[in-house]
């Protein structure tokens, strides 16, 4: 459950650079194909480089004495790598590709109650 949680905290930084990056270049362009592929352009280096450094700095854990720090820095360290390279990196983009429009869209009830908040800096 440690593990599981600790990865998930993790991923949601990445998932929020992603997503917020994907909403302002849809509302920029109105297109859900050209807001996946700038998302990826404007954020995906930072995803990675941010998974890189995680993943260099976890496995360091596996330097001190007893055996827990040592489990916890590699299953941490793979565990960063696998899912910025292949959740964040590959996944979601193909998901938000793959949904089109409908990823963008909040059903009437939803949208009527919450706030209007826009992402892009026009």
């Known amino acids: 459950m440690f593990f599981f949680t600790m990865i998930f905290a993790i991923a949601m930084d990445y998932t929020v650079f992603l997503l917020a990056s994907a909403k302002e270049h849809y509302e920029r362009t109105g297109d859900p194909r050209e807001a996946v592929i700038g998302a990826l352009a404007h954020s995906g280096r930072v995803v990675f480089a941010a998974a890189g450094v995680m993943v260099a700095v ?52 939803l ?11 026009r």
């Open 111 to 121: 949208d009527r109650v919450l706030p209007k908040i826009g992402f892009s800096h």
């Open 58 to 109: 976890f496995p360091t854990f596996a330097l001190s004495g007893p055996p827990p720090p040592k489990e916890t820095g590699l299953v941490l360290g793979v565990a960063v790598l696998l899912d910025a390279a292949l959740v964040r990196l590959v996944l979601l983009p193909v998901l938000l590709r793959l949904t089109g429009r409908a990823a963008w869209h909040a059903p009437a009830r």
